[in-house]
């Protein structure tokens, strides 16, 4: 053959296709790098913790729903069977700002309003709060008396400033909080609990350590 030909015939054979397109995809994690691979598996396991703990989450609110109908708590109906239902009244606490000496309150007492500070009292049922353990150390959801619904951030999301509001106990990580210390820092946004002013002001969350004045991330449960 003329070599003109024979390089047509050699362009025009079909290349061996890769391995992978004959068994599927390589293993996950098969050919990276080692700290690419750590990464992985750290986001892995993270996300299997989430899970897990709103699973065990769902299940306490079941738990608690139901123990509370057993004994003739709040009746169910279509605004509230989603709702955490009332306990005893002993073991609702209020939440003091240790900057403005105020307690968080919900005020009107209705869905989605934002929480701002308002004179602590104890017979002001929009003041009282409750500290629903997950089951994980630490990690708790604040739900109000009144109402039976939870703190969260609004919508779930990361900015600072974003307002503090209450909502329908879902179980959902826009709803937890860690208590460290007198701080109470948001578990899916990892912002503090803060004010936007001073005594009077509605709740928001900010980012931890840089609080103004001092003591405006500290909230003493009494």
């Known amino acids: 053959m003329s070599g003109g030909v024979s ?8 290349s061996p296709l890769p391995l992978h397109s004959l068994t599927g995809p390589p293993p996950r994690g098969q050919g990276m790098r080692p700290e690419d691979r750590a990464a992985e598996m750290e986001d892995l396991v993270a996300k299997q913790g989430l899970m897990r703990l709103t699973t065990m989450v769902a299940m306490l609110f079941l738990t608690v729903a139901g123990s509370v109908a057993a004994t003739g708590g709040a009746s169910a109906n279509a605004s509230t069977q989603n709702e955490v239902a009332a306990v005893p009244n002993t073991d609702y606490r209020q939440i003091r700002n240790a900057a403005w000496s105020q307690c968080v309150d919900a005020p009107g007492g209705v869905f989605n309003v934002h929480l701002k500070l308002a004179t602590c009292s104890t017979f002001t049922r929009t003041r009282n709060w409750l500290l629903v353990p997950t089951g994980v150390l630490n990690i708790f959801f604040i739900v109000n008396q009144q109402t039976g619904l939870c703190m969260e951030v609004n919508n779930g999301t990361a900015n600072p400033f974003e307002p503090v ?23 899916g946004t990892n912002q503090c609990l803060d004010t936007v002013a001073g005594p009077g002001s509605e709740l928001m969350q900010f980012t931890c350590g840089q609080e103004a004045p001092v003591g405006v991330q500290s909230w003493i449960i009494e």
């Open 7 to 14: 390089r047509w015939m050699e362009s025009a054979r079909p």
């Open 165 to 187: 509001d209450e909502f329908t106990c879902n179980g959902q990580p826009s709803e937890l909080w860690v208590r460290e210390d007198l701080r109470l820092r948001h578990f």
